[in-house]
């Protein structure tokens, strides 16, 4: 596609249950990273993955997180036993080269647990 | 830690005036970037500056790197209403062990007002 896409844009979900946020990246970027953003604050990075090398994981949360990027492109960032303090703007981003073309973001999943 | 520093938090001018955001880091970098968050969501990559260059220009948009000091300066010139946003600076550090993943500060909300 054009651009990141993330799904959904917007979800509500009760403490306790499971979330899956989606994003499907810029065909052919290569890198792909998960941030997310709490109120008024900065961007906090969760995790990045890059081509078929290992995933960088050294921002997840807790063991509550997880994320998996299928064949190098669609990534899924699962949340577990959701709480409260997960109520954030998740972004996804891909690179090509980062170092030439920064980041492209997508539009973000607000996720409000209650 | 926090690697991205913006002052100030938040700035509010008049349309046509000039708009200076500053930033500060902590380690050496390969290359700093600036992006554009309108209303809590996706972010714009705005500019780019390696750290062997001093001064970047893009249309409007004027950014200055000063390795010595660990600081950048984001200028926007003849401001607009439609410049209002939250901008971020962004660093991705040398060495270490995440090529190309970024550390985004907590940025600046400008306002201009008509």
């Known amino acids: 596609g054009a651009g990141?896409?993330?799904?959904?844009?917007?979800?509500?979900t009760e403490k306790g249950k499971d979330v899956e946020l989606r994003c499907d990246p810029i065909s052919g970027h290569t890198a792909l990273y998960w941030y997310?953003?709490?109120?008024?604050?900065?961007?906090?990075?969760?995790?990045?993955f890059q081509g078929n090398s290992a995933p960088d994981k050294s921002g997840l949360p807790s063991d509550r997180f997880s994320a998996e990027r299928t064949g190098g492109s669609v990534s899924t960032l699962t949340i577990q036993r959701t709480q409260q303090e997960d109520s954030a703007v998740y972004l996804c981003a891909s690179s090509l080269v980062v170092q030439l073309y920064g980041y492209t973001f997508g539009s973000g999943t607000r996720l409000t647990v209650v | 830690s926090q690697q991205g520093e913006e002052d100030p938090q938040a700035l509010s001018i008049q349309e046509g005036e000039n708009a200076t955001m500053n930033c500060s880091y902590k380690t050496s970098i390969n290359n700093l970037q600036w992006y554009r968050q309108n209303s809590g969501r996706g972010l714009v990559h705005l500019i780019l500056i390696r750290s062997n260059e001093r001064e970047k220009h893009s249309g409007r948009l004027r950014v200055?790197?000063?390795?010595?000091?660990?600081?950048?300066?984001?200028?926007?010139?003849?401001?607009?209403?439609?410049d209002t946003a939250s901008y971020f600076?962004?660093?991705?550090?040398?060495?270490?062990?995440?090529?190309?993943?970024?550390?985004?500060?907590?940025?600046?909300?400008?306002?201009?007002?008509?």
């Open chain 1, 4 to 12: 990141v896409s993330q799904s959904p844009s917007n979800k509500v």
């Open chain 2, 89 to 114: 600076c962004a660093t991705d550090r040398s060495g270490g062990t995440s090529y190309g993943k970024l550390t985004f500060g907590q940025g600046t909300i400008l306002t201009v007002h008509p």
């Open chain 1, 36 to 48: 997310r953003q709490s109120l008024g604050q900065g961007l906090e990075f969760l995790i990045y």
């Open chain 2, 64 to 82: 200055t790197l000063d390795t010595s000091k660990k600081s950048s300066s984001l200028l926007i010139t003849a401001s607009r209403a439609a």
